[in-house]
């Protein structure tokens, strides 16, 4: 079921994804776009692996999925000069950090598009590749997703997709939930549902790209760390305001608060190298052709 978004300009575009669309409108977006900056550098090991899988050169269309600030997307830009590389995302407050980038950058073959990439009309078989760095997970009817994502990507197409495995495979989210479950009731994490690990199983992501248009599936381990901050204070603003991070601890008192940001520190130090805090972390990188 759609519904229009209404926006200050007119009619919003279609979204399916009613509660992503307020998520990433509301707090987690805003706070997404604030640290705009901070968070492209935690994915940044990531951003050429996903590129060079993609495949994007000089001429082609290329298609960003949930493209938030658009590092990625203008990357996909400058590889495919003489081309286009179109970034969609349902938030307002990324997509503007991502076309004040595309801006600052003089690039004049990017545009960015408010839409749900579950049901957004895109024109049929226009990109010969479609990408997403952690911006695929969110959707609550991935099926029709990746039906919708197949028909824009031409026959012959690509699409190349990372997501992150397993929680407990991620020595990030590890290290963080080991110290606050010391301090506060941890919530179960949905496997299932839109969100951060929806797409964990890689035999989930392969039998829905078979069954929705695309072939050839390959789905590979890519271990890089994550940089949280150049140096220990830094790694330590950014975490103490992360959503989930902020959330669990608003609910401690102030001295328990405390103590789980202290144990924070101790536990990130050991992580502390010249090049600032970066933990271990691991993503699928998921590749497949259209059929
Ligand atoms: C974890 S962020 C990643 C952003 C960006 N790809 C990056 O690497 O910085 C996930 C993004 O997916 C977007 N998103 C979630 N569901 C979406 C949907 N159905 N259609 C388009 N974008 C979506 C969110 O608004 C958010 O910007």
Sequence with gaps: MSRMTPEADGPGPAVANTEQDEAWNGDDGRHWAEHSDRFDAMLARFTPILLEAAGAAPGQRVLDIGCGAGATTCEAARAASGGEAW????????????????????????????????????????????MSRFGIMFLADPAAAFANI?????PGGRLAFLCWQRPHDIEWTVTLRSVLARFVDLPEMDMDGPGPYSLAEPRRS????????????????????????????????????????????????????????????????????DDGVRVGSAAWLVTARRD
């Design 87 to 130: 970034g969609v995302d349902l938030s307002g407050p990324l997509l503007d950090r991502a076309r004040q980038r595309a801006e600052r950058q003089g690039l004049d073959n990017v545009r960015f598009e408010r839409a749900d990439a579950q049901v957004h009309p895109f024109p049929e078989a226009s990109f010969d590749a479609a």
């Design 150 to 154: 197949a028909r824009a990507v031409a």
């Design 206 to 273: 392969r039998d829905l790209l078979e069954a929705n248009g695309f072939d050839g599936v390959v789905v590979e381990s890519v271990r890089e760390p994550v940089s949280l901050g150049g140096d220990m204070d830094e790694a330590m603003d950014f975490v103490a305001r992360m959503g989930p991070v902020r959330a669990l601890l608003s609910k401690a008192d102030p001295a328990t608060r405390t103590q789980a940001l202290d144990a924070l520190r101790d536990a990130l130090a050991v992580h502390l190298t």
